[in-house]
């Protein structure tokens, strides 16, 4: 590690970059842990807080920082998930993960170079909607010791470390939730095979053909809204092919003046509904065999600030004043 500045010396801390070289591996730590950017980047300024409290011979001690951050991050989202249980115990509604748009995509279309990259989550097989929700019925300790060895590669003694269990426990931790996700895992059609489905979708969605949709539609769909309390949505499930399709029918009666959109969401094809520029409503799919298996539709304000127009990413983790 680069010999730390003293502090009040009026230099540049020298090790500052090596630190924040770690950040985009953090938040997208962070991000498949708890299933929320926001919370994500909550965990991560926390993490770097925790760093910037030690002294600086107690920084210079530490052999490997990135190690050290992970440890103190993966800790922090394991607390978190405890606490974030009895938080959606309480949600008004189902609570579905944060959707993510594409890099590119990120605060109503801007492009990709004006997007702190540190800020960005990498989005892969490991993000997607459909990979989120499974990983939302593990326990905390599941999920941590999951992610980190079979995403990030970690090896169990270091997850044991944060979790707090043996590394024997924790390879019986990540091999229950290997089976959670064997057990609900399809191998999805190819991506362009997706997105053309998504977009004959919202055709006739659009063009309210009931029996387009149906056939579009596994008969054992399932729709799921997220409003938290701050947006309509549907109060229930809505489940089956035709009581969907009539549903979306219905809805769509009652979307005058809303811009359906094609976008990625979470790494694959989905959709957004913007209204007077504003994205309101962010669906993302799960599709087997040529159907639509599950839809989610977020509508929760708070967690589509990456696509609203003129969102901010904290760029740079806040240090004590010397």
């Excluded at 009026?10 to 950040?23: H, K, N, V």
């Excluded at 010791?145 to 079979?150: E, G, K, P, S, V």
Aim: neutral net charge; contains cysteine.
């Amino acid at each position: 590690m680069t010999t730390q500045s003293e502090p009040g010396d009026g230099r540049p801390d020298p090790s500052l970059s090596a630190i924040m070289s770690e950040r985009r591996q953090l938040i997208n730590l962070a991000y498949r842990l708890l299933g929320s950017l926001v919370e994500a980047e909550d965990a991560v300024q926390e993490t770097y807080a925790r760093w910037y409290a030690l002294s600086p011979q107690q920084r210079q001690a530490i052999e490997s920082p990135g190690a050290w951050l992970t440890k103190v991050a993966g800790r922090i989202c394991l607390n978190l998930l405890g606490s974030a249980r009895a938080r959606r115990e309480n949600y008004v509604g189902d609570w579905i993960p944060e959707p993510l748009p594409e890099p590119a995509e990120w605060s109503g279309g801007r492009a990709a170079g004006t997007v702190d990259p540190a800020d960005r989550v990498t989005l892969d097989e490991s993000v997607t909607m459909a990979f989120l929700v499974v990983l939302e019925s593990m326990t905390p300790a599941e999920r941590v010791a999951f992610i980190l060895h079979d995403v990030f590669r970690y090896p169990f003694a270091e997850i044991a470390e944060i979790v707090g269990r043996t590394p024997a426990a924790c390879r019986q931790l990540a091999s229950s939730a290997r089976r959670r996700i064997r057990a609900t895992r399809t191998p999805p059609p190819p991506a362009a095979r997706q997105a053309a489905i998504v977009r004959n979708f919202k055709q006739a969605w659009e063009a309210k053909d009931i029996n387009a949709l149906i056939g579009l539609l596994d008969p054992d769909v399932t729709a799921t809204g997220d409003g938290g309390g701050l947006a309509t949505t549907v109060r229930r499930r809505l489940e089956g092919a035709e009581q969907l399709a009539r549903g979306l029918v219905d809805l769509a009666g009652r979307l005058a003046g809303l811009t359906v959109l094609e976008r990625t969401v979470n790494g694959r094809p989905g959709l957004v509904a913007q209204q007077d520029g504003v994205v309101v409503t962010v669906y993302a799919f799960d599709i087997t065999d040529e159907r639509i298996t599950r839809i989610w539709a977020v509508r929760n304000p708070e967690k589509l600030r990456p696509w609203t127009v003129g969102h901010s990413t904290r760029t740079e983790p806040a240090r004590p004043r010397s």
